[in-house]
Protein backbone atom coordinates (compact mmCIF):
# COMPACT_ATOMS: atom_id res chain seq x y z
CA UNK A 1 0.00 0.00 0.00
CA UNK A 2 1.37 3.34 -0.86
CA UNK A 3 0.52 6.27 0.83
CA UNK A 4 0.62 9.97 -1.19
CA UNK A 5 1.56 12.86 1.31
CA UNK A 6 -1.06 16.00 0.17
CA UNK A 7 0.80 18.87 -0.47
CA UNK A 8 -0.70 21.78 1.72
CA UNK A 9 -0.27 25.19 0.65
CA UNK A 10 2.06 27.25 2.13
CA UNK A 11 0.47 30.78 3.39
CA UNK A 12 3.02 33.51 4.27
CA UNK A 13 1.98 36.95 6.20
CA UNK A 14 1.86 40.27 5.35
CA UNK A 15 5.14 41.27 6.10
CA UNK A 16 6.87 38.02 4.86
CA UNK A 17 4.79 38.89 1.84
CA UNK A 18 6.60 42.03 1.39
CA UNK A 19 9.87 40.88 1.73
CA UNK A 20 9.52 38.66 -0.67
CA UNK A 21 8.23 41.11 -3.62
CA UNK A 22 10.72 43.70 -1.93
CA UNK A 23 8.19 46.16 -1.15
CA UNK A 24 6.56 47.80 1.72
CA UNK A 25 3.36 46.24 3.65
CA UNK A 26 1.77 48.88 2.66
CA UNK A 27 2.21 47.82 -0.84
CA UNK A 28 0.69 44.55 -0.53
CA UNK A 29 -2.35 45.82 1.19
CA UNK A 30 -3.19 47.88 -1.95
CA UNK A 31 -2.43 44.82 -4.20
CA UNK A 32 -4.61 43.09 -1.82
CA UNK A 33 -7.87 45.55 -1.95
CA UNK A 34 -6.97 46.06 -5.87
CA UNK A 35 -7.80 41.78 -5.78
CA UNK A 36 -4.33 40.94 -7.15
CA UNK A 37 -3.48 39.72 -4.22
CA UNK A 38 -5.61 37.43 -2.71
CA UNK A 39 -5.48 37.11 0.92
CA UNK A 40 -7.35 35.52 3.84
CA UNK A 41 -8.04 34.94 7.26
CA UNK A 42 -9.96 33.13 9.85
CA UNK A 43 -11.93 34.92 12.79
CA UNK A 44 -8.88 36.75 14.45
CA UNK A 45 -6.67 35.49 12.89
CA UNK A 46 -3.96 38.19 11.06
CA UNK A 47 -4.39 38.15 7.07
CA UNK A 48 -2.47 35.23 5.03
CA UNK A 49 -1.01 35.13 1.23
CA UNK A 50 -0.69 31.71 -0.08
CA UNK A 51 2.75 31.61 -1.16
CA UNK A 52 1.43 30.19 -4.83
CA UNK A 53 -1.36 33.63 -4.86
CA UNK A 54 2.07 35.99 -4.33
CA UNK A 55 3.95 33.77 -7.01
CA UNK A 56 1.09 34.53 -9.30
CA UNK A 57 0.72 37.99 -9.05
CA UNK A 58 4.12 39.00 -10.45
CA UNK A 59 3.91 40.07 -13.90
CA UNK A 60 6.65 38.99 -16.30
CA UNK A 61 7.95 42.29 -18.47
CA UNK A 62 8.30 41.43 -22.23
CA UNK A 63 11.85 42.00 -23.55
CA UNK A 64 12.45 45.36 -25.40
CA UNK A 65 13.66 44.74 -29.01
CA UNK A 66 16.46 47.71 -29.21
Do not use: F, N, Q
Not at 1 to 16: F, G, I
Not at 40 to 56: A, K
Amino acid sequence: MTTTKKKLPVYVSLEEAAEILSVSTKTVRRRISDGTIPAYHCGRRPIRIRLEDLEGALRRIPAIDW
